[in-house]
């Protein structure tokens, strides 16, 4: 079941409940009092916030929904019946596969060495009219041929990703991440001739990730000289990208007639939107809306998305342990990719322990008044790496489960 996000769904009986925690979260803990932790809560309000204010962000121009920050089917379905959101950025081949049975857009985010997946890609006419693989390199271009030559497959669709790192001769070096090794409007142009001349592929779209400047924080209220250095450096790369990336594209527009150019993240959905050479942004962590993004400037995402888990023994008087809570972000190691419990306020985990696999020793102020059976409510850095570890989320609505929607591991999906 799909639920509604359109604008005239049901309205909140306050614009932003979350802005006051301890009746969001009580609500939250009340409404899912029968399910068994560690559960999932999607709180419908907010979430409908976040793709409202992301549509809002992005300045009329469409967002194709990344899979990944999601990975709740029904969520992506009901997006998509979104207006403001058209097509999905999928992880892998095999995820792409099996959306596109009922989603004629859907392009792969990186590149596959798949064998398996690109046979039956390039077997199946209809598939291959839906799906858009990821190239960068001769070499993959190769690998696609060895599954299956030009002359016994379907002509497969590829998208060109160009490389938007900022490159910089100082002690920076370079800022974003080790993506496409194409840089220069020269090397864009050259290996999209390169594509156009060989038989069984088709280049319809560019991708260009601004990771430096969607995925870097920069307001954390502790850190004000840090946070004032990652503005600039936005501003800086923005600046240096916003030429460069319209040199490329049209560059690649010289040599074939592109579907589309896709840019931006959540959080440079105002700045990918302003870039001309862009026709639509790829986003979906703001959905959520994982803690990660409480410390960006111009935007502040609703808590959609959280997890409870119970306590289940008391080691000391001052000191609450939960089942389970490793469920840890990726990238850097460090306390921002840790989960963060949020209610009831006041706690913080152990140092020497932190947020394990099997158990989350809690401490705090509040720590002492919490007992065996007792929740704690969490926020995950992140957002789509949140469903790996649960099989559904419960559907909150006016103080009750609407709906429950399984996840991709709820429905024996594991694709990464």
Not at 396 to 409: F, S
Request: charged share 25%.
């Amino acid at each position: 079941m799909a639920i509604t996000l359109s604008a005239n769904g049901r309205a909140e009986s306050s614009p932003a409940p979350w802005l006051t925690p301890d009746l969001f979260w009580a609500e939250l803990d009340a409404a899912t009092t029968s399910v068994e932790t560690p559960l999932g809560a999607l709180h419908l309000g907010a979430l409908r916030f976040n793709a409202h204010d992301m549509i809002r962000r992005a300045g009329g121009k469409p967002i194709r929904v990344a899979t990944k920050s999601v990975r709740v089917r029904s969520v992506i379905d009901s997006l998509l019946a979104t207006e403001g959101y058209r097509g999905v950025l999928a992880f892998t081949l095999p995820e792409a596969i099996w959306l596109a049975d009922d989603i004629d857009d859907v392009v792969v985010g990186y590149p596959t060495m798949d064998r398996q997946a690109l046979r039956l890609l390039a077997s199946d006419e209809r598939l291959a009219e839906r799906i858009t693989l990821m190239v960068d390199s001769v070499e993959q271009l190769d690998f696609i041929d060895a599954c299956l030559p030009p002359n016994a497959r379907a002509r497969i669709r590829v998208c060109l990703e160009f490389d938007v790192a900022w490159r910089t001769e100082g002690p920076l070096g370079t800022v974003g991440v080790l993506r496409s090794p194409i840089y220069t409007a020269a090397d864009a142009e050259s290996f999209a001739r390169v594509i156009v001349s060989r038989p069984g592929f088709e280049l319809v779209g560019m991708m260009a990730y601004e990771a430096q400047i969607a995925g870097l924080v920069d307001s954390v209220p502790s850190r004000n000289a840090r946070s004032a250095g990652m503005r600039w450096l936005k501003r800086r790369s923005i600046s240096e990208l916003t030429e460069r990336r319209a040199e490329a594209v049209a560059a690649v527009r010289r040599v074939a007639d592109l579907e589309f150019v896709n840019g931006g993240g959540t959080g440079s959905l105002e700045s990918t939107s302003a870039d001309d050479s862009v026709t639509e942004i790829a986003a979906g962590s703001g959905l959520f809306g994982g803690h990660l993004f409480d410390d960006y400037r111009n935007f502040n995402p609703a808590p959609a998305a959280s997890f409870a888990l119970s306590v289940v023994r008391k080691p000391r008087e001052d000191t609450a342990t939960l089942l389970g809570g490793g469920w840890v972000a990726s990238g850097p190691p460090g306390r921002d990719r840790l989960p963060r419990p949020v209610w009831p306020d006041g706690l913080t985990m152990v140092p020497r322990e932190m947020a394990g696999e099997v158990q989350t020793p809690l401490a705090g102020r509040r720590a002492a008044a919490l007992h065996p059976g007792d929740r704690v409510w969490f926020r995950h850095t992140k957002s789509g790496e949140l469903s790996e570890h649960l099989n559904a989320f419960s559907v909150v609505d006016g103080g009750a489960i609407i709906d429950t929607l399984p996840t991709y591991r709820g429905e024996g999906k594991a694709f990464l």
